[in-house]
């Protein structure tokens, strides 16, 4: 979604990704290599940024990333074998726009 008017500016969006093949991972015991697939789990995440522009020289901004603070996570062949798990972390920024 987008929103503009008389300098005021809003977006949002989500984005999805649905559960992917990522690669393989090999081990070795006693000269048997096995190989396992490790495949990312589905994940969603929601966006957004407010801005204002006071003139066409100067406006500020927020922005908002992975606003819903969705986790992200791998498994080896089975969902019941984990191999990475990383904790959704929000992200904000604040800043100013300028142009000379």
């Known amino acids: 979604m987008y929103f503009e008017r008389d300098g005021f500016a809003a977006r949002a969006s989500y984005t999805w990704r649905s559960k992917q093949y990522v690669g393989n991972?090999?081990?070795?015991?006693?000269?048997?290599?096995?190989?396992?697939?490790?495949?990312q789990r589905s994940y969603g995440q929601l966006d957004g940024q407010i801005s204002y522009d006071f003139n066409e020289n100067?406006?500020?901004?927020?922005?908002?990333?992975?606003?819903?603070?969705?986790?992200?996570?791998?498994?080896?062949?089975f969902p019941e074998l984990p191999f990475r798990y990383e904790s959704g972390s929000r992200r904000i920024y604040v800043g100013g726009k300028f142009k000379f």
């Open 25 to 39: 991972f090999g081990f070795g015991d006693g000269g048997v290599t096995r190989t396992l697939g490790i495949y």
């Open 58 to 77: 100067f406006g500020v901004f927020v922005e908002g990333i992975n606003l819903t603070k969705a986790d992200q996570s791998a498994y080896l062949q």
